[in-house]
């Protein structure tokens, strides 16, 4: 079975790190591009970062750049973002997803579950 | 970076056909693809390229495009398509994605 497995989640004060993790499954993780997406609590879904199927290429929404680091480890089937210096407005519900296709016409084909980030002192 | 635009919310009797639409400047250049949310569920993809469903996906969905603007219509509507939908493209201004701001889609 294709999966997606989010952990790493938790409750973190303002200013500090957290690491998410994503582990997956069922298909060739290094032939495919992933992304972090998140959800603020009754707000809607926000890209946050892709990378490339090699890593070589990465971006970032403005809204975390100089502050997360995605990446990721093809040996051990694992996509990784690194949190830093999260505020308030980082909590959400984070989702790792698999990009399918390329070009114009690509999309997310695979979700995980989410796991849920809170940014509070 | 760019923004797609939907509508908040739409209504539809049950079996009768609606449509969400998705406004952006990307999608010029770029086909939509499209998500549905019910709550407490991670997204599931519904719809992506021209007009292309996933496995397992029924065919009362489908994709359209014009111009600046891509649709998502429900042909005979089911209670289980009560969900919040959201539109998703290449970002043509630097970021490589975007989501729209979601529908949410009540039927009655």
């Known amino acids: 079975e294709v999966q997606l497995v989010e952990s790493g989640g938790g409750l973190v004060q303002p200013g500090g790190s957290l690491r998410l993790s994503c582990a997956a499954s069922g298909f060739t993780f290094s032939s495919y591009e992933m992304n972090w997406v998140r959800q603020a609590p009754g707000k809607g879904l926000e890209w946050v970062s892709y990378i490339s199927s090699s890593g070589s290429t990465i971006y970032y929404a403005d809204s975390v750049k100089g502050r997360f680091t995605i990446s990721r480890d093809n040996a051990k089937n694992s996509l990784y973002l690194q949190m830093n210096s999260l505020r308030a407005e980082d909590t959400a519900v984070y989702y790792c997803a698999r990009t399918y296709g390329s070009g114009i016409e690509d999309a997310f084909d695979i979700w995980g579950q989410g796991t849920m980030v809170t940014v509070s002192s | 970076s760019s923004e797609l635009t939907q509508d908040p919310a739409v209504s539809v009797a049950l079996g009768q056909t609606v449509r969400i639409t998705c406004q952006g400047d990307s999608l010029r250049s770029y086909y939509a693809s499209w998500y549905q949310q019910k709550p407490g569920q991670a997204p599931v993809l519904v719809i992506y390229?021209?007009?292309n469903r996933p496995s397992g996906i029924p065919d009362r969905f489908s994709g359209s495009s014009s111009g600046n603007t891509a649709s998502l219509t429900i042909t005979g509507a089911q209670a289980e398509d009560e969900a919040d939908y959201y539109c998703n493209s290449r970002d043509s201004s630097g970021n490589p994605y975007v989501f729209g701001t979601g529908t949410k889609v009540t039927v009655l």
């Open positions: 390229g021209k007009n």
